[in-house]
């Protein structure tokens, strides 16, 4: 579904990720500025990490978790499992990339902290991109030792952090990018050093600042030229649950994240179920209408968070020599259609997968059954279409 440039110039969007805050601590500590924007759309905690014991277990470490916001997919798809990044599979396209093929002249902003959101998460310039190039960038200050000299108690971030989210406030404010990503590292900085602590608290009060300086933005832009924004806020990870300086784990505080949004057609999955970190690419690609080819949607982990849907939390499984594949369903009627992939050759190259359909049933059956025998070995993956969303999921043997 394209949309022309007039009516995609209404809706803009910017999703904000704050570094290493655990729902407990943010939600004790004073953030008028997000419970502001939550009042208007809403709060949840969510989670990253994929399947804890399944394929899709992901590392609860930062770049890692960006990626998985970036690209809508756990680590077995994107694999990047590290901060060092070493080779990012690049078939799986970021949102920025999306936005672009669905909508060319598009303006995207990147406002970071960290200059290897822009270079390596997104890679920019690079030949397996396609030399895909951001129009607005705002980073690497954090490589600039002579404006701001390292410091043990890393306020040369406090105060890089400050100047981005100037920035960030101001490019939205007067060039306004159809999309944009605000990055900040600092909180993530106190919680390593000082653990669960006064200080951590006072890194999020900080950052509470800044998400309102961004905020009042988008409120002139709604304003002044009538425009529709949509701003989601999230953490990368969790901590540890002992003192709370270290993750990268998969124990339950570590995996635990929160969002904050001002959407306000948030979905029962939203509002009654636990949403993951990967929920946000289809999230933002629904409000700004993005037009998702086929074989790509099929590769996303994720379920859009406003909006109609008709089944989320999928789950395969082997029992008793039979595929049992299982969905919550969301619609109160409706057909499912289950077809599958023996192949991966969209991970492997890029390239399409054909799937077969196995059957159409029910969507309040909830779960479907039949034997292995009938499929070939080696990994499979499944496509369950409802009316409104489809999701997809692997088996491995």
Same mark, same amino acid.
């Given at each position: 579904?394209?949309?022309?440039?007039?009516?995609?110039?209404?809706?803009?969007?910017?999703?904000?990720?704050?570094?290493?805050?655990?729902?407990?601590?943010?939600?004790?500590?004073?953030?008028?500025?997000?419970?502001?924007?939550?009042?208007?759309?809403?709060?949840?905690?969510?989670?990253?990490?994929?399947?804890?014991?399944?394929?899709?277990?992901?590392?609860?470490?930062?770049?890692?978790?960006?990626?998985?916001?970036?690209?809508?997919?756990?680590?077995?798809?994107?694999?990047?499992?590290?901060?060092?990044?070493?080779?990012?599979?690049?078939?799986?396209?970021?949102?920025?990339?999306?936005?672009?093929?669905?909508?060319?002249?598009?303006?995207?902003?990147?406002?970071?902290?960290?200059?290897?959101?822009?270079?390596?998460?997104?890679?920019?310039?690079?030949?397996?991109?396609?030399?895909?190039?951001?129009?607005?960038?705002?980073?690497?200050?954090?490589?600039?030792?002579?404006?701001?000299?390292?410091?043990?108690?890393?306020?040369?971030?406090?105060?890089?952090?400050?100047?981005?989210?100037?920035?960030?406030?101001?490019?939205?404010?007067?060039?306004?990018?159809?999309?944009?990503?605000?990055?900040?590292?600092?909180?993530?900085?106190?919680?390593?050093?000082?653990?669960?602590?006064?200080?951590?608290?006072?890194?999020?009060?900080?950052?509470?600042?800044?998400?309102?300086?961004?905020?009042?933005?988008?409120?002139?832009?709604?304003?002044?030229?009538?425009?529709?924004?949509?701003?989601?806020?999230?953490?990368?990870?969790?901590?540890?649950?002992?003192?709370?300086?270290?993750?990268?784990?998969?124990?339950?505080?570590?995996?635990?994240?929160?969002?904050?949004?001002?959407?306000?057609?948030?979905?029962?999955?939203?509002?009654?179920?636990?949403? !993951?970190?990967? %929920?946000?690419?289809?999230?933002?690609? /629904? *409000?700004?209408?993005?037009? @998702? &080819?086929?074989?790509? #949607? =099929?590769?996303?982990?994720?379920?859009?968070?406003?909006?109609?849907?008709?089944?989320?939390?999928?789950?395969?499984?082997?029992?008793?020599?039979?595929?049992?594949?299982?969905?919550?369903?969301?619609?109160?009627?409706?057909?499912?259609?289950?077809?599958?992939?023996?192949?991966?050759?969209?991970?492997?190259?890029?390239?399409?997968?054909?799937?077969?359909?196995? !059957?159409?049933? %029910?969507?309040?059956?909830?779960?479907? /059954? *039949?034997?292995?025998?009938? @499929? &070939?070995?080696?990994? #499979? =993956?499944?496509?369950?279409?409802?009316?409104?969303?489809?999701?997809?999921?692997?088996?491995?043997?």
């Amino acid at each position: 579904m394209f949309f022309s440039n007039q009516a995609f110039a209404q809706k803009k969007a910017v999703f904000i990720i704050l570094d290493g805050i655990p729902a407990d601590v943010l939600e004790k500590t004073p953030t008028p500025n997000l419970d502001k924007i939550a009042k208007v759309g809403g709060y949840t905690r969510a989670y990253t990490g994929g399947e804890v014991g399944g394929y899709s277990e992901t590392p609860t470490i930062s770049a890692v978790g960006y990626n998985s916001l970036l690209t809508g997919t756990w680590a077995n798809k994107h694999n990047v499992w590290g901060n060092d990044i070493k080779a990012p599979n690049y078939s799986y396209w970021s949102i920025f990339r999306f936005l672009r093929k669905s909508s060319p002249s598009a303006k995207l902003g990147i406002y970071s902290t960290w200059e290897d959101n822009r270079t390596k998460l997104i890679g920019e310039g690079l030949a397996e991109t396609g030399f895909f190039k951001m129009d607005f960038s705002f980073d690497g200050f954090e490589v600039d030792t002579l404006t701001y000299p390292h410091d043990s108690d890393k306020k040369y971030i406090q105060k890089i952090d400050n100047l981005v989210s100037y920035e960030a406030a101001y490019q939205l404010k007067t060039i306004a990018p159809d999309l944009s990503w605000v990055y900040l590292e600092y909180t993530d900085d106190m919680g390593h050093r000082f653990g669960d602590s006064p200080e951590l608290a006072e890194a999020v009060a900080l950052a509470d600042e800044q998400v309102g300086r961004i905020y009042e933005s988008i409120r002139y832009r709604e304003e002044k030229f009538g425009e529709e924004w949509l701003i989601l806020i999230t953490t990368d990870h969790g901590r540890k649950a002992e003192d709370g300086k270290d993750h990268g784990g998969q124990s339950d505080r570590e995996r635990e994240i929160w969002m904050v949004t001002n959407a306000k057609e948030l979905n029962p999955y939203f509002e009654n179920f636990i949403p !993951a970190m990967v %929920d946000i690419l289809p999230t933002i690609a /629904r *409000f700004l209408e993005i037009d @998702l &080819p086929e074989n790509a #949607l =099929k590769e996303i982990d994720g379920v859009s968070l406003i909006g109609d849907i008709s089944l989320v939390n999928a789950n395969t499984e082997i029992e008793n020599e039979q595929i049992k594949l299982t969905w919550v369903p969301i619609q109160k009627s409706g057909k499912v259609t289950i077809s599958y992939a023996s192949t991966d050759n969209f991970g492997e190259t890029g390239n399409v997968d054909n799937y077969s359909k196995i !059957a159409e049933i %029910d969507l309040s059956a909830a779960e479907f /059954r *039949f034997p292995i025998a009938e @499929l &070939p070995p080696g990994k #499979l =993956k499944f496509w369950i279409q409802g009316e409104r969303n489809g999701i997809g999921v692997w088996l491995i043997r």
